[in-house]
């Protein structure tokens, strides 16, 4: 895996709708640019040996890393796999639709549910959304939000960002009945 | 909030961004000197949007500006890994659209910003700047130069700071800046190194 940069973006929210946050809500990302393993390659039938080589050491790579910029229990999750313009979104999606990927998070994170994520292909600095969810109860609906990243410079037509996130709470100010009030 | 209030007034602020990012490899190489770059973003509600363009900044700015050098400084510091790692710094300030560029200005171009800043730091060089009137979400680039010999050209740098909902149109996006090494592969030379360079000289050699 040939990784060119690591970014990390934490944000605070210290008031939301004209209140205190209190604690400050936290959402860390930590996104890799690596090179797609797959670039000026044609189309590639099997990507089999690719995810091989990659997913199980990019997830290992960003999970630790995630939990610390966070600094605090996850209690919400999600990824993204941002495939540069001469990529296929399917070479993305390989890296991150495998249990040997969102296992390094969802075992950092205490984490039990299928993980929200994002696919998109872009130029570098795409703006993207990454969807999160609760890490052991997709339904608990408090924990459904999404953070925006860009980040400068990636990816190249040849590069797939990938990236976690992790929320320490759910959304500031939640205040929305549960799913089960509606069953 | 808290952290805020360790010094200096308490103020408001909405929002806190930090965007760091870690060269692994430039031109397919790992950088001799790799660096940690860093920008982190306040967002703060503009104590003077709205106001006409006589209105008297210096209350606002000795009120507000100390404790947004010394937060923001300390997140710099703990995103960094400590003070004696940084050798580059910078600032800038994004002013929603009901404001004047003027007031990003008075909240980073005067002592009760930029002296903190620098002495939280523990740099000596003039910090450099950037500042943009925007609507929320745009992107602004950080110049970043040495703290202490601000001439030191391998690091002249920049790194981004962007805040997806801000500012809004009564809000200014106060940014600290700072980076723990040179660029990646840094080869253009330095004061000690260049020629004389004069048009005169040029166009001997041309001739």
């Known amino acids: 895996m040939n990784v060119r940069k690591i970014i990390t973006v934490v944000e605070e929210i210290l008031t939301e709708g004209g209140r205190p946050v209190s604690p400050a809500a936290r959402v860390a990302i930590v996104a890799a640019v690596i090179e797609n393993p797959w670039a000026g390659q ?41 495939v540069g313009l001469n990529g296929e979104i399917e070479h993305g999606s390989a890296l ?88 | ?32 000197r790799p660096a940690c770059r860093a920008s982190v973003a306040a967002v703060v509600t503009n104590p003077w949007a709205g106001t006409p363009a006589t209105t008297d900044l210096s209350a606002a ?3 507000l500006a100390p404790p947004l050098a010394r937060l923001l400084t300390d997140r710099l510091i703990d995103a960094l890994g400590g003070v004696d790692r940084i050798e580059a710094f910078g600032k800038a300030a994004i002013v929603g659209t009901a404001g004047e560029i003027e007031h990003g200005g008075a909240l980073i171009h005067t002592p009760y910003f930029g002296n903190l800043v620098r002495e939280f730091l523990q740099g000596e060089s003039i910090i450099c700047f950037a500042d943009s009137r925007a609507d929320a ?48 592969h840094p080869r253009i030379g330095d004061r000690t190194t260049d020629p004389a360079i004069t048009a005169q000289i040029l166009e001997a050699v041309r001739s």
């Open chain 1, 96 to 183: 991150i639709h495998t249990l040997k990927f969102g296992d390094h998070f969802r075992k950092a994170a205490n984490a039990t549910t299928l993980l929200p994520a994002v696919e998109k292909r872009g130029p570098a600095g795409i703006v993207f959304d990454i969807p999160l969810k609760h890490i052991t109860d997709a339904t608990i609906r408090s924990h459904h939000q999404t953070v925006e990243v860009r980040l400068a410079d990636a990816p190249h037509p040849g590069e797939i960002v990938i990236a976690l996130a992790a929320a320490a709470q759910g959304r500031p100010q939640q205040r929305l009945a549960p799913l089960t009030t509606e069953q």
């Open chain 2, 61 to 63: 700015v000795s009120e």
């Open chain 2, 137 to 184: 979400g745009e992107t602004l680039v950080v110049p970043m130069w040495h703290k202490e010999h601000a001439a030191t050209r391998s690091h002249y740098q920049t790194v981004s700071a962007r805040v997806p909902d801000a500012p809004r149109a009564d809000e200014i996006v106060v940014i600290a800046a700072a980076s723990t090494g040179p660029r990646p």
């Open chain 1, 42 to 82: 044609g189309f590639v039938e099997d990507l089999g040996p690719g995810i091989e080589d990659n997913a199980s050491a990019v997830g290992e790579l960003l999970a630790p890393r995630v939990m610390a910029a966070l600094d605090a229990p996850a209690e919400a999750y999600g990824k993204a796999a941002i």
């Open chain 2, 1 to 32: 909030m808290q952290e805020v209030s360790r010094f200096g007034a308490d103020i408001t602020i909405r929002k806190l961004s930090l965007y760091r990012e870690e060269t692994v490899t430039e031109a397919g190489q790992a950088p001799a």
